[in-house]
């Protein structure tokens, strides 16, 4: 009997311990570099990924896969819907290029007409914790739950140097606060592809740029004295071809996901099938937060130490 009771006990701290680890942050920050229209040839070419030293630091040293697929229609509010709230077009309800709202009811409601996303989770099981949320493009506005979060900025690029952007806005930010989860959205290669072409020198020197404010913002979490306690994290939306993006074809489909900083496996390269949601999850996973059971994302642990 005591033999018995021995065992059982035993089995319960295991699984305890087992939840508390699921559940446990796996860093105290994590910021969540978000780039509109990052397809992955620059990435698989040495000799452009070359002309990217941020990125392809944090490849080296952190983990990644190049194969994560958008949902469909490779469109982006469709996308970055999945990226923040875990579910495929089908049941978070974006279903047009510029959704400002789901067009059809979602699987979940947040009580506001929209589906929960990772700032919804956050707030309700970590409500003490600083999140932010800035974009140049206000199409992210609607897909974020602002009601969820402390702070949240548009600002109009159009006219305006990047780095100003960066500098004013993310940078400021993650001094003055040292978020808990961040999110720094940057829309320039997709306005490039679309005007000029994806794969074309333009689209290239845009994607160089964008490496530039990525070292900005590592640099931006070592003046906080957040960085080793930071998860970085860098991922897109969908690629393009010519100049245009939405069909089923691998060019449109496949992103980068990039893994970086505090517990994050150095040289790693994901091998598995990984998909739009799966990032969401991801990003719960490393803020130790539970997901809802109608996510379909799932977090990919094998990118973690």
Not at 10 to 30: F, I, N, T, Y
Not at 89 to 113: A, F
Not at 117 to 135: F, K
Not at 282 to 304: E, H
Request: proline letters at 7%.
């Amino acid at each position: 009997m005591m033999k018995r009771f021995f065992l059982i006990a035993l089995a319960a701290l295991v699984l305890c311990c087992s939840c508390s680890d699921e559940a446990r942050p796996k860093a105290g920050h994590v910021i969540f570099i978000g780039v509109d229209g990052v397809s992955t040839p620059a990435f698989k070419d040495p000799a452009l990924l070359s002309r990217m030293p941020n990125l392809k630091m944090m490849m080296e040293e952190g983990s990644y896969t190049l194969e994560k697929r958008s949902v469909m229609p490779s469109a982006s509010a469709i996308n970055w819907a999945s990226i923040f709230n875990g579910l495929p077009t089908e049941q978070h309800g974006y279903g047009n290029w510029n959704s400002t709202k789901p067009e059809i009811p979602p699987v979940l409601d947040n009580g506001r007409g929209m589906p929960p996303t990772i700032y919804t989770l956050l707030r309700q099981q970590r409500p003490d914790s600083e999140t932010g949320c800035v974009y140049n493009w206000d199409g992210i506005g609607p897909l974020i739950d602002e009601e969820a979060i402390n702070y949240h900025l548009y600002r109009n690029t159009e006219n305006n140097p990047l780095e100003k952007y960066i500098r004013e806005v993310a940078v400021k930010y993650i001094l003055e606060k040292k978020p808990t989860f961040f999110t720094i959205y940057i829309g320039n290669p997709d306005e490039v592809g679309h005007n000029e072409g994806w794969d074309t020198p333009s689209y290239y020197k845009s994607l160089e740029e964008t490496d530039r404010m990525v070292g900005i913002i590592l640099q931006a979490c070592k003046d906080a004295g957040i960085f080793d306690d930071t998860i970085f994290v860098f991922s897109s939306d969908h690629g393009g071809s010519e100049k245009g993006h939405g069909e089923l074809k691998m060019l449109h489909l496949e992103t980068p996901l990039i893994l970086y900083g505090k517990h994050i496996r150095k040289g790693y390269v994901l091998d598995e099938p990984t998909m739009q949601y799966d990032l969401s999850a991801t990003l719960a996973y490393a803020l130790g937060l539970k997901i809802p059971q109608a996510w379909r994302g799932r977090s990919l642990k094998a990118m973690f130490d």
